[in-house]
């Protein structure tokens, strides 16, 4: 990886635009969950299920062309083969559903940034594990994105939540099953790489899901529109972003890359106002700025690299996310 002080200008300006463009993509990409959700009548089973087979098939189709045959050695030690089914089933089915059931029982905009809890519960395991106390900058940003999180589901008031129960509850549960996302894979994501071992993931996910959901069975109604919102939600959300993520890690740190991709909750909270009317208020507003100022916080201390480099990962959620 090229370092921040070695890296010429125009390939940091390439880092610094794939990585908003995956940032982007990701955000737009929960709003074009919302639209199917609301509009088009899909329901979250079959659009997670056909979202994770068909990326998943994508992307070791990429894999295999890279890697060839190897990319079956994974699953040869009995460790990486535990290892993958958790971070299939635990991980990546877990964070897509508890994500898109957010969008459903609220909106884009509000599921996104409370995902965006994640780096906070990392931090927080991590002081915990390792025993040791947060430091100032730490502790300010876990007391923000509380704070944020107030703003964001209660407008500011005390009286009550101004979003649905369940909104709430998916919305913090894709927060924690994105922090497992995250940690969990480490050793795996170093040895084998993270297209490989993400493929995998979203397609063992899939067909798992499916055994609960095929994806034969629909709801919804088909349209134009319908169609390309899901074309856009398996490629431009899941698989062009993931690909614009790792190559600007190529000219960018996993700090810079995570504070830039707070993009992503600002352009799911934007266009959900502008394309979907979604309600959304000067304390909402408020509340998104505490919260990715926490991330942009825990991404550049530089106390703890390890914790930073971490939470730098979260992006590569997606995706997804």
């Known amino acids: ?16 635009i794939l990585v908003i463009t995956a940032a982007i993509l990701w955000g737009v990409s929960g709003t074009v969950a919302q639209y199917l959700f609301e509009v088009q009548g899909f329901s979250v089973d079959w659009l997670v299920v056909t979202r994770l087979l068909i990326a998943g098939v994508i992307l070791l189709v990429f894999a ?18 535990v290892n993958l089914l958790l971070l299939s089933i635990l991980g990546m089915l877990a964070v897509q559903y508890t994500y898109f059931a957010a969008i459903k ?62 909104a709430l509850i998916w919305g913090i549960s894709s927060a924690v099953a994105l922090a497992y996302y995250t940690l969990q894979p480490l050793t795996l994501l170093a040895k084998w790489g993270s297209t490989l071992v993400i493929g995998w993931a979203m397609l063992i996910g899939g067909t798992s899901f499916s055994f609960i959901h095929p994806p034969w069975i629909f709801q919804g109604d088909w349209s134009i529109s319908a169609l390309l919102a899901v074309i856009f939600v398996v490629l431009f959300g899941t698989v062009i972003p993931f690909y614009c993520y790792l190559e600007s890690l190529h000219y960018l740190s996993a700090s810079e890359t995570s504070v830039l991709a707070c993009v992503e909750p600002l352009s799911a909270a934007l266009l959900a106002v502008v394309w979907l009317n979604v ?14 100022t926490t991330i942009m916080i825990l991404a550049l201390s530089k106390r703890q690299p390890a914790t930073s480099d971490t939470e730098g990962m979260v992006v590569e959620r997606k995706e997804a996310v």
């Open 1 to 16: 990886m090229i370092s921040q002080n070695r890296a010429i200008p125009a390939q940091r300006a390439k880092g610094i």
């Open 64 to 81: 295999y062309k890279k890697e060839g045959s190897h990319i079956w050695n994974i699953w040869k030690g009995r460790q990486d083969r």
């Open 105 to 166: 029982h609220g909106n884009a905009a509000t599921a996104t940034i409370l995902q965006y809890l994640a780096p906070v519960l990392i931090t927080c395991y991590i002081a915990i594990r390792v025993k040791k106390v947060p430091s100032f900058k730490e502790l300010i940003a876990v007391l923000l994105a509380v704070f944020g999180t107030f703003l964001l589901v209660t407008q500011g008031r005390l009286e009550g939540l101004t979003i649905s129960k369940w």
């Open 279 to 292: 309600s959304f208020g000067i304390m909402e507003w408020m509340g998104t700025l505490c919260i990715v």
